[in-house]
């Protein structure tokens, strides 16, 4: 009994410090404010699709695959209702650090980090920043950079325009630099919910940061923007190097890596009361961020196991254009071409990259894919309702190993998605 009344006369005195502490800054200099929104997605495919969290988030139709009866085993429709986009951010404030105003953001959803967590907490973004007249610094976890915050799809869809447009969540430190209408960025990062594939300890594929980690070195962005009225320009380069693996079967170090570039450009222009968007990426290793890229082996030495990669090339370009504001009327449109990979793939062996598919004893592989979506919302105060009619379309071929990878023959598999979304906003 008296342990616990110490301790509640210690917690006690506790509360009545922090309140003298809290009433000694300005209201203004620390706090927290919530916001968020909450989401019901209702959604109807043509088909089966590669999708994420029960067909929520959208990437591309499956390709055909026939039966004896020439039947399309991936041809049945499906029909879904999720809230899992729903979510609650809180914006930080507090005191000024080294003469910089400091704030922070810490934002959570429903998404789940797997399949199997659907409804589950899942870490959006939590950060840090300090701002000076010029310059600002982040550290946390928030967008990766080629996700342009200020230029990206305005979609219903969860999907934001995957695979034609960027998509990922990073740890990491970033440096903005301003001159007047201009600013540099530079980033440096780790990953975690986003990651590349690679070989686990059993051979198969998996998604892991420690390919990256294993490489010590982490990813870096630089970029470059420019600003003036409602018109906004800008380019980016990322370089990546991962490890595939530390040691081989024989139980030798290896450190062979696969270095990886890639180039993003973007515009967007707000001619009130319409707004558009342009961008265009190219890539040698986009995995990781949702978009159609890898690597694969090359060689492997018979004695030792040492393994070469080769890495694949792709790009992607989109545009979004949006009118009105109460009731806003939008359209989005993007192509994703794959271009091969830089060297001949050893035969028989794992293709460490998204979109490639055994179809019937046959590797098939993304050639090329379209989307186009209209889109409608409501927005009524703090309600909207949103509804969305996404066409997409995506060319499978058969991977010609020894011919860098291109693509032979295929067709076309077709998916129409049809999406109402119901938001409430706080």
Same mark, same amino acid.
């Given at each position: 009994?008296?342990?616990?009344?110490?301790?509640?006369?210690?917690?006690?005195?506790?509360?009545?410090?922090? @309140?003298? %502490?809290?009433?000694?800054?300005?209201?203004?200099?620390?706090?927290?404010?919530?916001?968020?929104?909450?989401?019901?997605?209702?959604?109807?495919?043509? &088909?089966?699709? +590669?999708?994420?969290?029960?067909?929520?988030?959208?990437?591309?139709?499956?390709?055909?695959?026939?039966?004896?009866?020439?039947?399309?085993?991936?041809?049945?429709?499906?029909?879904?209702?999720?809230?899992?986009?729903?979510?609650?951010?809180?914006?930080?404030?507090?005191?000024?650090?080294?003469?910089?105003?400091?704030?922070?953001?810490? +934002?959570?959803?429903? /998404?789940?980090?797997?399949?199997?967590?659907?409804? %589950?907490?899942?870490? &959006?973004?939590?950060?840090?920043?300090?701002?000076?007249?010029?310059?600002?610094?982040?550290?946390?976890?928030?967008?990766?950079?080629? *996700?342009?915050?200020?230029?990206?799809? @305005?979609?219903?869809?969860?999907?934001?325009?995957?695979?034609?447009?960027?998509?990922?969540?990073?740890?990491?430190? &970033?440096?903005?630099?301003?001159?007047?209408?201009?600013?540099?960025?530079?980033?440096?990062?780790?990953? !975690?919910?986003?990651?590349?594939?690679?070989?686990?300890?059993?051979?198969?594929?998996?998604?892991?940061?420690?390919?990256?980690?294993?490489?010590?070195?982490?990813?870096?962005?630089? @970029?470059?923007? *420019?600003?003036?009225?409602?018109?906004?320009? %800008?380019?980016?380069?990322?370089?990546?190097?991962?490890?595939?693996?530390?040691?081989?079967?024989?139980?030798?170090?290896?450190?062979?890596?696969?270095?990886?570039?890639?180039?993003?450009?973007?515009?967007?222009?707000?001619?009130?009361?319409?707004?558009?968007?342009?961008?265009?990426?190219?890539?040698?290793?986009?995995?990781?961020?949702?978009?159609?890229?890898?690597?694969?082996?090359?060689?492997?030495?018979?004695?030792?196991?040492?393994?070469?990669?080769?890495?694949?090339?792709?790009?992607?370009?989109?545009?979004?254009?949006?009118?009105?504001?109460?009731?806003?009327?939008?359209?989005?449109? @993007?192509?994703?071409?794959?271009?091969? /990979?830089?060297?001949?793939?050893?035969?028989?062996?794992?293709?460490?990259?998204?979109?490639?598919?055994?179809?019937?004893?046959?590797?098939?592989?993304?050639?090329?894919?379209?989307?186009?979506?209209? &889109?409608?919302?409501?927005?009524?105060?703090?309600? !909207?309702?949103?509804?969305?009619? +996404?066409?997409?379309?995506?060319?499978?071929?058969?991977?010609?190993?020894?011919?860098?990878?291109?693509?032979?023959? %295929?067709?076309?598999?077709?998916?129409?998605?049809?999406?109402?979304?119901?938001?409430?906003?706080?």
């Amino acid at each position: 009994m008296k342990r616990a009344l110490l301790i509640k006369r210690s917690l006690f005195a506790f509360l009545i410090i922090l @309140g003298f %502490g809290a009433q000694a800054m300005k209201a203004e200099d620390w706090g927290i404010k919530f916001s968020g929104f909450l989401k019901t997605d209702i959604m109807y495919d043509s &088909r089966q699709v +590669e999708s994420f969290r029960e067909g929520h988030l959208l990437l591309i139709p499956l390709p055909k695959k026939l039966n004896a009866d020439d039947e399309d085993l991936n041809g049945k429709s499906n029909f879904n209702m999720l809230s899992v986009q729903s979510r609650v951010a809180g914006a930080i404030s507090a005191p000024d650090v080294l003469g910089a105003k400091t704030s922070g953001l810490l +934002e959570i959803e429903f /998404f789940g980090t797997s399949e199997a967590s659907v409804n %589950g907490l899942r870490l &959006r973004h939590a950060y840090a920043k300090l701002d000076w007249d010029n310059t600002s610094l982040l550290i946390g976890q928030t967008w990766h950079p080629f *996700f342009i915050t200020d230029c990206f799809p @305005g979609t219903v869809s969860f999907n934001t325009g995957i695979p034609f447009q960027p998509f990922s969540r990073n740890p990491q430190v &970033r440096l903005t630099q301003r001159f007047g209408g201009f600013a540099m960025t530079a980033a440096a990062m780790s990953q !975690r919910d986003f990651s590349n594939p690679g070989p686990d300890a059993a051979g198969a594929i998996s998604y892991s940061s420690k390919f990256l980690r294993n490489s010590v070195v982490p990813d870096l962005f630089f @970029g470059m923007d *420019f600003r003036a009225n409602n018109f906004l320009i %800008g380019a980016g380069a990322n370089y990546k190097m991962i490890t595939p693996r530390t040691a081989t079967i024989t139980d030798m170090l290896t450190e062979e890596t696969v270095n990886s570039f890639a180039g993003i450009a973007y515009m967007k222009a707000n001619l009130d009361p319409v707004t558009i968007k342009l961008e265009g990426v190219y890539g040698q290793d986009l995995s990781n961020l949702m978009m159609h890229g890898g690597y694969a082996i090359k060689s492997i030495d018979a004695a030792s196991d040492q393994e070469e990669y080769t890495k694949m090339n792709s790009m992607a370009v989109w545009t979004d254009i949006s009118i009105g504001k109460e009731i806003e009327y939008g359209i989005f449109a @993007g192509f994703s071409k794959y271009l091969g /990979f830089e060297d001949n793939i050893l035969a028989g062996t794992n293709y460490y990259a998204r979109y490639f598919y055994d179809i019937n004893n046959e590797i098939q592989t993304l050639d090329y894919a379209y989307r186009v979506s209209p &889109r409608i919302q409501w927005n009524i105060g703090k309600f !909207r309702l949103a509804g969305e009619i +996404e066409w997409t379309s995506a060319k499978f071929g058969e991977v010609r190993n020894d011919d860098k990878g291109k693509v032979n023959g %295929g067709e076309e598999a077709n998916n129409l998605r049809l999406l109402i979304g119901c938001f409430i906003f706080f």
